[in-house]
């Protein structure tokens, strides 16, 4: 593996507490009595700046060229109290199974899935039936997995290829669908249906030519409109399958839509797009926006958040994209960072209270060029030193993220 010198020049600056912000890394700060406290870190949001405040804390040294751009964490993370609440989100994520027990489990039902996925396109391209049967078992059994421990699906949904981009995002967008409901407090009964329709919810594309599907230069006119046609070749299919769910088929039929009404096929507005259809709409868009493509980067978590909340509440319900957000974490599972340290490592688990302090399963150190003993270490535990610098895409460190990941978790 390359060495990457990411260590940054260490000048610094003396500023006040009125000039701090959000985004800063401090080396020091100093109370009105001038005692030095020597703490580095990240300011990740206003309520840290308000509690230094509230510790009188007057001037502080920072590292004006460590500055990162600072989300919306207080918008995001702040409780809601909004009195148009759609549903009562549930805080209960508590675990029947620990990660590692569940992982080798989500890992062969991940592959099967995937699979199923292969299996059912072909039959499409053949004119054969939808395995209905089989459909709803993988289905209902990602949802079982998500109940025993959620992080385990999460993580697989993470591990993306760049030649297999229309299976791995139906399967995507159905694990983050059931993540999702389950934070919302749905019925089991209901997530298992959501689930499923979020797995066939791009079902029709598989009928799109190949050479408008994987276009690397902007569609024309037409173009637009032929791909826009999968929703309704996807219903045409699910009509012929007379078991699919209600839920089911309106998550594919709504999926495209957006509450100003720009959205397609029907243009639909605000409440006449179902709480599935607004739930599965930011979904999709953010597991597009995450997903590594041939014709198209991908981005960081944090920042298709950005783009989600930017588009709020013009294009996607601004309530459930908050409460997606909370549900997944700034730093959601599965996500590869580097830490201050120069170590890179995998986020295993939120951390709910301190949300930028989650767990991290180290395993590399950039500054030693070398692997290190896998160990997962609590952020938010003050005898780790570490924060979290920036996250990465494992091309940067010329990683096989896959191959390690099922060495490290799986095998």
Avoid: W
Wanted: with cysteine.
């Amino acid at each position: 593996m390359p060495n990457k010198n990411n260590d940054i020049t260490q000048d610094t600056q003396s500023i006040t507490i009125d000039q701090l912000k959000a985004g800063m890394y401090v080396k020091s700060f100093s109370d009105a009595e001038n005692n030095t406290i020597k703490s580095e870190g990240y300011i990740s949001c206003q309520e840290s700046i308000t509690q230094l405040r509230k510790a009188n804390i007057t001037t502080l040294v920072i590292v004006p060229n460590r500055q990162k751009q600072a989300v919306n964490l207080d918008k995001v993370f702040s409780e809601i109290k909004s009195t148009k609440a759609i549903i009562k989100a549930s805080p209960n994520r508590v675990s029947t199974i620990s990660l590692d027990g569940e992982l080798k489990k989500a890992g062969k039902l991940y592959k099967n899935a995937k699979s199923l996925q292969s299996k059912i396109l072909e039959q499409i391209k053949q004119e054969k039936s939808l395995p209905a049967d089989d459909i709803q078992s993988t289905t209902d059994s990602m949802v079982d997995s998500i109940f025993r421990n959620q992080d385990a699906l999460t993580c697989m949904s993470r591990l993306q290829t760049k030649d297999s981009y229309l299976i791995e995002h139906s399967l995507n967008v159905s694990i983050l669908t059931s993540v999702f409901a389950k934070h919302l407090g749905f019925d089991k009964r209901i997530i298992q249906e959501l689930t499923l329709g979020a797995f066939l919810h791009d079902i029709g594309k598989v009928l799109i030519p190949k050479e408008i599907l994987n276009k690397r230069t902007a569609l024309t006119q037409k173009e637009h409109k032929i791909m826009h046609s999968h929703v309704a070749l996807g219903l045409k299919l699910l009509e012929e399958t007379p078991s699919i769910s209600h839920i089911a088929i309106q998550m594919v039929k709504e999926h495209h839509e957006r509450l100003d009404g720009t959205g397609y096929p029907k243009q639909l507005k605000g409440k006449e797009i179902s709480i599935y259809g607004r739930m599965i709409a930011i979904i999709d868009s953010y597991d597009a926006m995450t997903c590594e493509r041939p014709y198209k980067k991908s981005v960081h978590p944090i920042n298709a958040f950005k783009a989600l909340i930017s588009e709020s509440p013009a294009l996607y319900d601004e309530e459930l994209v908050e409460k997606f957000i909370q549900c997944l974490g700034v730093y959601p599972v599965g996500t590869l960072v580097k830490l201050n340290s120069g170590k890179l490592g995998l986020i295993s688990k939120l951390n709910k209270k301190k949300p930028l302090h989650p767990y991290v399963r180290v395993f590399y150190n950039t500054r030693m060029n070398q692997a290190i003993p896998i160990k997962e270490i609590n952020l938010s535990e003050s005898k780790y030193k570490d924060q979290i610098d920036c996250c990465i895409k494992p091309e940067e460190f010329n990683i096989n993220l896959l191959g390690f990941f099922k060495a490290a978790f799986i095998d």
